[in-house]
């Protein structure tokens, strides 16, 4: 009967132990996102491309068959994962896939970085610039009106709209790229 106790009280202190490290973890996000970065950083050094996509994604994009795509998200993953955050990663992959015909990908990649970053502005401004050049100009207003809503890129979004969208000027994917390295070198000195 006293072992039965001690096995329960054991249990119950590795109980409480695992829901404070989930806990934790859930409110320090960048944990998660680090720890995701370095496992895919890792499954890229092995060769694994295709595993190593599939955790940075979440498992919600699947790397394109087109072996010089692979190769390009390869070395990638192993060049800039230690300098840049996940949400930056997203929107390299999302103008690379955009130049490297998976287009496909580039509103998905960029969702990933507004999902992460929801306060960022460069990332719904290039969505909505994105979705104006392929010709879903509603599509785009809804990205820039849901930003609009968010206080610190609305600024940025509504100049977006009022001098760029709203006269169909469409800039070329990843017109903000030099805007955005420059961001990064502020924020790294």
């Not at 973890?25 to 190593?52: C, E, M, Q, W």
């Not at 690379?96 to 719904?124: H, Q, V």
């Not at 903000?176 to 961001?183: G, M, N, R, Y």
Request: proline share 4%; charged share 25%.
């Amino acid at each position: 009967m006293k072992s039965i106790k001690i096995i329960m009280a054991s249990l119950c202190v590795v109980m409480l132990f695992f829901i404070s490290e989930v806990l934790y973890v859930a409110n320090h996000p960048d944990i998660f996102n680090d720890y995701i970065l370095k496992t895919a950083r890792g499954l890229s050094s092995l060769s694994k491309t295709d595993i190593a996509f599939y955790v940075l994604t979440k498992g919600k994009i699947q790397l394109p068959s087109d072996p010089n795509y692979k190769v390009l998200v390869s070395s990638y993953l192993k060049e800039s994962s230690q300098k840049y955050d996940l949400p930056r990663i997203y929107y390299d992959l999302a103008l690379a896939s955009y130049t490297n015909n998976e287009k496909s990908l580039t509103p998905e990649l960029l969702g990933l970085s507004i999902d992460i970053d929801p306060d960022f502005s460069f990332w719904r401004v290039e969505l909505a610039n994105y979705y104006l050049s392929i010709g879903q100009p509603k599509v785009g207003r809804k990205v820039l009106d849901d930003c609009m809503t968010k206080e610190y890129p609305k600024k940025h979004c509504e100049d977006y709209l009022n001098n760029s969208f709203n006269n169909n000027q469409i800039n070329n994917v990843g017109f903000l790229e030099d805007s955005v390295k420059k961001f990064y070198e502020l924020r790294s000195n």
